[in-house]
């Protein structure tokens, strides 16, 4: 898979669930110590996130998505044996009841 440097929460949902099934972790990391409702989020912790398997894909997040995405080119260098990307539009934009159909995920 060609991994972009954004995923809106739809491509994050949908990624998530297809790549879970091949077995690859896929990770929603805050970076603001402000968890999302209804989403499983972990914390930015460098020292935790490094035992996760390798080709793991994070997804980082912020209030806005500018943050993480200015911050995208550190992560991939502390995490060059991850997949790193950040949500788009952040935590703003996050929709806790989105939910995908059968479909969307194919």
């Not at 950040?86 to 996050?94: A, E």
Request: hydrophobic share 35%.
């Amino acid at each position: 898979m060609n991994y972009p440097n954004e995923w809106t929460q739809k491509e994050y949902l949908q990624n998530k669930v297809k790549l879970e099934k091949e077995g690859v972790a896929v990770v929603l990391i805050d970076t603001i110590l402000s968890p999302i409702e209804k989403a499983d989020t972990h914390t930015y912790n460098p020292f935790e996130l490094k035992n996760y398997p390798h080709g793991s894909v994070f997804v980082f997040y912020c209030d806005s998505g500018k943050s993480s995405l200015d911050r995208l080119g550190e992560y991939k260098q502390k995490f060059p044996m991850m997949h790193c990307i950040s949500l788009k539009g952040g935590r703003g934009y996050w929709r806790k009841n989105m939910m995908l159909m059968e479909e969307d995920v194919l």
